[in-house]
């Protein structure tokens, strides 16, 4: 089992929640054989098991994801995860952290968002609940990383 406490205010991580909940809802409008399509498009039992295979994947990365976002102690800063589960969420929170970056980050160029370079004052309140969320999402990401390692 992996266990750890965010380093974040739980008043921060009450007020992302539901941005990072909406960017969850949303991810499963994403067609990932769009994204990496099938080598062998001929081959049509190939292409339909490359596609079932990439969606059962995403499905159990999400699962993963909806487990801990939606576990109680989440708004707290307390995660934890099961070993056998810690490569699907980075997974998913990799593909949370993109959803958030295009529905809510999209204005803000890829090296101000990374090292934090832009004027957060400056922007509306949906763009900071956005930033505070993929923040968050990559302390997870690393602290899971760093775990694993």
């Given at each position: 089992?992996?266990?750890?406490?965010?380093?974040?205010?739980?008043?921060?991580?009450?007020?992302?929640?539901?941005?990072?909940?909406?960017?969850?809802?949303?991810?499963?409008?994403?067609?990932?054989?769009?994204?990496?399509?099938?080598?062998?498009?001929?081959?049509?039992?190939?292409?339909?098991?490359?596609?079932?295979?990439?969606?059962?994947?995403?499905?159990?990365?999400?699962?993963?994801?909806?487990?801990?976002?939606?576990?109680?102690?989440?708004?707290?800063?307390?995660?934890q995860v099961e070993e056998k589960d810690a490569d699907n969420l980075i997974r998913a929170l990799s593909e949370l952290r993109l959803t958030i970056r295009e529905n809510f980050l999209s204005e803000i160029e890829d090296k101000e968002l990374e090292t934090g370079s832009f004027e957060m004052e400056n922007e509306q309140g949906s763009v900071k609940l956005g930033y505070f969320s993929y923040l968050i999402l990559a302390e997870i990401q690393e602290r899971l990383i760093n775990s694993c390692s």
């Open positions: 089992m992996i266990e750890f406490q965010l380093q974040a205010d739980s008043r921060i991580l009450r007020a992302i929640l539901p941005k990072i909940r909406e960017a969850f809802g949303s991810m499963g409008k994403c067609s990932w054989d769009t994204i990496f399509p099938c080598p062998n498009l001929a081959d049509e039992d190939f292409s339909d098991a490359w596609k079932k295979g990439l969606q059962e994947d995403a499905s159990e990365d999400r699962r993963s994801l909806a487990k801990v976002i939606m576990d109680p102690r989440f708004k707290h800063g307390y995660i």
